[in-house]
């Protein structure tokens, strides 16, 4: 994974953990999420620590994500591109929370069909989902609808 792609794939994250109360992304999240999240922005600042300029840029990053969000994206780059045990450890924790999280994958492949739902999901905080439809012809499929998993 290239530095740019790990440093986006962290602020993706962190954003919407930083942007929202914690009750509201544990809820969102899930706990297991939250705590790994929480866990990689405190990893974060700690080794962001030893540069004044890294480490005030998180700070006002804390304070409007959405503005400082490209500068945090820079720097992080910069630091994973020049430490390489830096990269591998936020890459472990990018893996880390993505299997945590929950996984939908579906697949249609269709011929004709009419009211298809294939998955409906309100409210899915963990687990994984695969939903499947292979239709010749079809009508009023539905083939899976979730309220809260």
Same mark, same amino acid.
């Not at 994974?1 to 794939?9: D, G, Q, R």
């Not at 780059?77 to 890459?91: M, S």
């Not at 924790?93 to 697949?107: F, N």
């Given at each position: 994974?290239?530095?740019?792609?790990?440093?986006?794939?962290?602020l993706?994250? %962190?954003?919407?953990?930083?942007?929202?109360?914690?009750?509201?992304?544990?809820?969102?999240?899930?706990k297991?999420?939250?705590?790994?999240?929480? #866990?990689?922005?405190?990893?974060?600042?700690?080794?962001?620590?030893?540069? #004044?300029i890294a480490?005030?840029m998180?700070?006002?990053?804390?304070?409007?994500?959405?503005v400082?969000?490209?500068?945090?994206?820079?720097?992080l780059?910069?630091?994973?591109?020049?430490?390489?045990? %830096?990269?591998?450890?936020?890459?472990g924790?990018?893996?880390?929370?993505?299997?945590?999280?929950?996984?939908?994958?579906?697949?249609i492949?269709?011929?004709?069909?009419? #009211?298809?739902?294939?998955?409906k999901?309100r409210?899915?905080?963990?687990?994984?989902?695969?939903?499947?439809? #292979?239709?010749?012809?079809?009508?009023?499929?539905?083939?899976?609808?979730?309220?809260?998993?």
């Open positions: 994974m290239e530095p740019i792609t790990i440093a986006t794939s962290i993706t994250i %962190l954003m919407p953990f930083i942007k929202k109360s914690t009750e509201e992304f544990a809820g969102e999240a899930g297991a999420v939250f705590e790994k999240t929480k #866990n990689l922005f405190a990893t974060l600042k700690a080794k962001m620590s030893i540069d #004044n480490t005030d998180l700070e006002r990053f804390e304070q409007k994500p959405d400082y969000q490209p500068a945090v994206v820079d720097i780059e910069e630091k994973i591109t020049e430490d390489r045990a %830096l990269a591998d450890e936020l890459r924790y990018l893996e880390d929370i993505k299997k945590s999280g929950p996984q939908v994958k579906v697949v492949e269709m011929e004709k069909a009419e #009211n298809l739902i294939v998955a999901i409210k899915m905080s963990k687990g994984n989902l695969e939903a499947r439809a #292979n239709i010749k012809e079809g009508k009023d499929v539905t083939g899976v609808e979730i309220d809260e998993m």
